[in-house]
Structure formats: C-alpha cells, structure tokens
C-alpha cells in the first residue's frame, strides 16, 4: 500500500513539475533620460507653449482623455492607434485609420513603457520621449531609407484602445 501511495505521490509531483506556465519575459526598464535630454525637452513645450507633465523618467506627457477599467502592465497585449513624428518635424508612421495594431507592452520602445500604464483603456495620451527612451542612437531604416534619424526626440498621440 505504501508503495502504491508514494509511487502515487512521485506521479502527482512529476505531472506538477512539468506543468507549463506562462512567464513574462519582459522586466521594467531602469533606464532614465539624462538631465540634458529634459531640458530639451522642458525648452521645446516652453517655447511652443505646450503642457505636458515629466514623468520620473523624463518622457513628457499629457493625458488628452484617461479611460476606464485597468492598466496595461509590462506584459499586457494592448491595441492602440497611434501617429509618431520626429519632434517638430514630419511623421514617420501612423495607423489612424486603420483597424489598429496590437503589441506586448513590454516589446515597445522605453518611452511608452514607462507611461503607457498611466492610462486606462480608450485612454488618449501625447508623448514627448527623449532619445535614450525612444530609438536612441541608432537610426531605424525602412526599406533602405532611414525613416527615424539617430539620437531622435520623438512625439506620439497614442489612444489605447484596449487591453487584452
């Protein structure tokens, strides 16, 4: 009987073992903008009178509309529609209009890591993000063509649609 109860046991342990979880592979980001890159930042919405609040990381944002019902976390898929342009400058992407893209939080550039769960879902938001928390110093080409120079400050106005 004591056989059967251990070997009974030793099973129970073995399935439970090898039971599959799912793991988040992403972590939170320490990375935070230098002080030079927030006071770009802080001169360009001084100058083009534009109000945004500094997050502890130094991404500058304004919620335009806060939404409802949870946060989006680190690992959370979420769907947005979002437009992204160099600071001042033109567009490089936007999928307004479109049926919207879906991501894992935690697969985004840093800038929308940090501030994205300030929202709720069909909360809007604008994001002014520096280098170091955007493409930093590597530019990112399409189709041979570089589309988002080095060293970029970036701006979004992003809508969380939902989150999944």
Known sequence: MNRILTGLLSAILLFASCKKEDKCPHTESGVSASNAERAYLQNY?????????????????????????NSPGICSNIKVFYTGSILGGNTFDSNVG?????????????????????????????????????????????????VIPANSYLKFEIELVNIQ
């Open 45 to 69: 919405l001084s100058n083009n009178s534009l109000a945004a609040t500094e997050h502890s990381s130094g991404v500058f944002y304004n919620i335009t509309a806060p939404g409802t019902g």
């Open 98 to 146: 479109t049926s919207g893209n879906n991501f894992t939080l935690g697969e985004l550039i840093v800038g929308w890591q940090k501030v994205l769960p300030l929202l709720k879902s069909g909360g809007k938001i604008i994001l002014y993000i520096p280098p170091s928390l955007g493409y930093g110093a590597n530019p990112v080409i399409s189709n041979g063509v570089v």
